[in-house]
């Protein structure tokens, strides 16, 4: 196998500011471009240099000291910390049209991809075993997508991620939504944002001296997951996805003598001993961006709702009127506490919502934590609780790979095959290309 190329949807805007650093050829008309430019759409067609295009692919004359940027950026999109940057890019750019916008898309090497993602989804100045052990599971992933792509095209199948009836919305959120590029740039797929926060020589240490590496499991490229911190537990797979075990993402405790859960609330409601419970500062500083350290109670968190707030929420973020909410029921429980179905109950309607994400985001006004957590009813009239306290634990899904948890790991001088083989129980680590 050689190393593929990667095509990672950048943007998606109808005006597009972007500047070439450097000299790039212009395919379409076989032309040298070099500057500022200003892109639009217009009657379904790209609007450049006063003509019209079905699409445009910009390509380097130089590829080691060529660059582009990309104004109006979007990160963390619909996450509590979204925000908007100008960033920098190796590569080639493409654009085409994408319904009523233009879509930039950024073609490039997976070895150069993977650079940005481990300095994207964590801090360059992290340590190099979990640097490295950051680069086997994102290259696993990506792979991996690519993989389920090609098959599910080579088979004609389409892919159901929801089950919307009357009485439940059970939907769940993947890669899969997208059709005219490999993934996305932000934490839908993984945080790609270019060459701007590639900033120490550790990077290029931990894809170099990993190239090529992925984690397998029964012949195949492991569809490897990670999030932020998982709360002391790690989740299944199919508790967040797609209905499909895998044994490699089975859940593990993030500690090494953990005790088995036997109450769902009482570990939420406590603080147990774990890997990612943790509030070094010399070690979430190397692990987190400086957006992530706007959140500093991921281990443990509580959210609190008046019935007002709750019931406009909820009525807002799923376009039905359930009345006042009269409780929040977890019905169904990953290994993890993770709440993997929902049932809302409300003076005028009851849903039953999963899988975790979607509860996650109708619970609140970008996503709660995690879904693992307990419902705490306040103030009881007459049946109707007045307010709601939701008491959780973790970031995130909590599949895979725990971040935090591997930052501690690799501070108490665990290698990189370690802290894989701990979170990724069963699976193997192979070079499938070289240089």
Known sequence: MIQPQINIGILASSII??????????????????????????????????????????????????????????????????????????????????????????????????????????????????????????????????????????????????????????????????????????????????????????????????????????????????????????????????????????SVPCHEKMPELTSFENWILSSPPAFCNTQDKEILFQILNDYDRETNDFYRWTVKYTQQELSNLIAQKTGIDFGEIIDLIPEERGKSGRIVRLLIGGTKKQIHIGKELEIRKILSKSHLYSSAFVVEKNDIAGGIPQSFTLHGAGWGHGVGLCQIGAAVMASKNYSYQEILNHYFQGASIEKIYTK
Not at 25 to 32: A, G, N, P, Q, V
Not at 121 to 135: F, I, R
Not at 160 to 173: M, T
């Open 17 to 250: 500011e972007f500047r070439l650093n450097g000299v790039y050829k212009l395919h379409e008309d076989d032309i040298l471009c070099e500057g500022e430019y200003i892109i639009t759409l217009q009657n379904g067609r790209i609007l450049f240099d006063k003509k019209l295009y079905s699409s445009l692919s910009f390509t380097p004359l130089h590829d080691e000291t060529a660059s582009f940027n990309l104004k109006n950026v979007s990160i963390g999109i619909q996450f509590h910390w979204e925000r908007v940057e100008e960033q920098t890019f190796k590569g080639s750019l493409r654009f085409i049209p994408e319904k009523e916008n233009v879509r930039a898309i950024n073609i490039l090497p997976v070895e150069d991809y993977l650079e940005s993602v481990i300095s994207s989804e964590m801090n360059a100045t992290s340590s190099l075993q979990l640097l490295k052990a950051h680069a086997v599971v994102s290259r696993s992933w990506l792979l991996a997508q690519l993989n389920k792509k090609n098959e599910l095209g080579n088979e004609h199948k389409s892919y159901e991620s929801s089950i919307v009836a009357d009485d439940r919305i059970i939907r769940w959120y993947d890669r899969e939504d997208h059709v005219d590029f490999d993934v996305c740039a932000d934490d839908h797929c993984q945080r790609y944002q270019g060459i701007t926060k590639i900033s120490t020589p550790v990077v290029k240490k931990a894809i170099g001296e990993t190239f090529g590496e992925v984690l397998m499991s029964e012949n195949k490229i492991c569809d490897a997951r990670f999030s932020k911190c998982c709360g002391g537990m790690t989740e299944e797979f199919e508790n967040c996805w797609e209905p499909k075990h895998y044994s490699y993402l089975s």
